[in-house]
């Protein structure tokens, strides 16, 4: 099955013409149809949708295989998708609101922030751990990526999930030295969004709809995962095609998002250069902030800024995501101003990864 949605809106790619942006994107297109399918096929995986966006524009959707396989439900714009980690991308641009707005500061230890938990005194400085270096992930806070609960039964609050209590994985610790080295922590984007609900005085998924999804018409986006958003995901596979159950999360920062492709999509519009961080009249962060975001952080080799993967050799921005039953992969081509979503609804990341080569490959050679 193959859904296809062209949003024929301004060009395609940066400093075309109209002629020329009808026939990027079916070129783009013919090839995607061409493999997509035969990758899907090669790793017997369910469905993927995919969207472009270009400077301030979402340009195309398309979609291939099924939100699920035994019904034959086709995978729609609207279709919802766990992301995993992208949400650790998306929560950040919300933490980074917080700085706009003076209320808080980049460099102040982070715990002079929270009012309902503190990162425990360890051998190193706690003093140092500020949202700075948690955003890059070298603040030295513990625990890695969340595995999530298969029952809502088991969620409870942020705050039993920092302590322990309730999270699988252990409290949050500082475990080496702040500024010393990049250590991926899911750890610390609870933090961030402790530090959000405590700033803010709101909810973390009111907070994040209020200053994230609504700024960008993210109209199908959610923390808060209802029966109603149940009912309008895809179904997650595990890469034997065997259905899996959908995994919920105390840590929703880290890990909890649903959102769709063309959702997504508009979230990368906020990091293109023409974008400059409006959309539709709306200011998400000036544009010196966004700058900031962007740029390598410290004792990360180059690698990582402040939430994003920088990939040099493709002149990119990015993140990937990774829940038992969801790939997720979002990347801005900056130098193109051009991006692209990719959100698969198995455990398959190879789909993705082959996916993603595709569509580079295509766009560089039209650009060439």
């Keep these: 099955m193959i859904r296809t949605i062209l949003i024929i809106s301004g060009a395609f790619f940066a400093n075309v013409s109209i002629g020329k942006e009808i026939k990027d994107i079916y070129e783009l297109t013919k090839r995607l149809d061409d493999g997509v399918p035969q990758i899907l096929e090669k790793h017997k995986a369910p469905g993927v949708a995919l969207?472009?966006?270009?400077?301030?524009?979402?340009?195309?959707?398309?979609?291939?295989?099924?939100?699920?396989?035994?019904?034959?439900?086709?995978?729609?714009?609207?279709?919802?998708?766990?992301?995993?980690?992208?949400?650790?991308?998306?929560?950040?641009?919300?933490?980074?609101?917080?700085?706009?707005?003076?209320?808080?500061?980049?460099?102040?230890?982070?715990?002079?922030?929270?009012?309902?938990w503190q990162i425990p005194q360890s051998d190193f400085d706690v003093k140092k751990v500020t949202l700075r270096n948690i955003?890059?992930?070298?603040?030295?806070?513990?625990?890695?990526?969340?595995?999530?609960?298969?029952?809502?039964?088991?969620?409870?609050?942020?705050?039993?999930?920092?302590?322990?209590?309730?999270?699988?994985?252990?409290?949050?610790?500082?475990?080496?030295?702040?500024?010393?080295?990049?250590?991926?922590?899911?750890?610390?984007?609870?933090?961030?969004?402790?530090?959000?609900?405590?700033?803010?005085?709101?909810?973390?998924?009111?907070?994040?709809?209020?200053?994230?999804?609504?700024?960008?018409?993210?109209?199908?986006?959610?923390?808060?995962?209802?029966?109603?958003?149940?009912?309008?995901?895809?179904?997650?596979?595990?890469?034997?095609?065997?259905?899996?159950?959908?995994?919920?999360?105390?840590?929703?920062?880290?890990?909890?998002?649903?959102?769709?492709?063309?959702?997504?999509?508009?979230?990368?519009?906020?990091?293109l250069r023409n974008s400059d961080g409006h959309y539709n009249g709306s200011i998400l962060l000036p544009k010196k902030l966004i700058d900031l975001m962007i740029k390598p952080a410290p004792n990360t080799n180059g690698r990582w800024s402040m939430s994003y993967v920088v990939d040099t050799e493709n002149n990119s921005l990015g993140f990937a995501g990774f829940n038992r039953g969801w790939v997720s992969l979002s990347r801005s081509v900056t130098d193109l101003n051009f991006g692209y979503v990719i959100l698969n609804n198995s455990s398959i990341g190879a789909v993705n990864n082959e996916i993603d080569s595709l569509i580079l490959s295509t766009v560089k050679q039209e650009h060439n």
């Excluded at 950040?92 to 700085?99: F, N, P, S, T």
């Excluded at 209320?103 to 309902?116: A, G, H, S």
């Design 51 to 116: 969207a472009f966006v270009s400077g301030s524009r979402v340009v195309g959707f398309r979609s291939y295989g099924f939100a699920d396989v035994a019904a034959k439900t086709e995978i729609t714009q609207r279709t919802l998708f766990n992301v995993g980690s992208i949400s650790k991308l998306v929560t950040a641009w919300g933490a980074m609101q917080l700085v706009a707005q003076g209320k808080v500061d980049l460099d102040t230890p982070i715990n002079q922030y929270l009012k309902r």
């Design 135 to 271: 955003l890059s992930h070298t603040s030295g806070l513990s625990l890695g990526p969340y595995t999530g609960w298969e029952s809502r039964d088991k969620l409870s609050s942020i705050v039993d999930s920092l302590n322990g209590n309730n999270n699988g994985a252990g409290p949050v610790e500082l475990i080496h030295a702040p500024n010393t080295k990049w250590s991926y922590s899911g750890g610390g984007y609870s933090v961030v969004q402790l530090l959000i609900e405590d700033v803010s005085g709101m909810t973390f998924e009111a907070y994040m709809q209020k200053n994230v999804f609504e700024p960008l018409n993210m109209k199908d986006s959610t923390f808060n995962i209802t029966e109603i958003v149940m009912s309008k995901s895809a179904t997650p596979y595990d890469d034997t095609g065997k259905v899996t159950g959908m995994v919920y999360f105390n840590e929703q920062a880290a890990a909890g998002l649903q959102t769709t492709a063309v959702d997504l999509a508009r979230f990368n519009m906020a990091v």
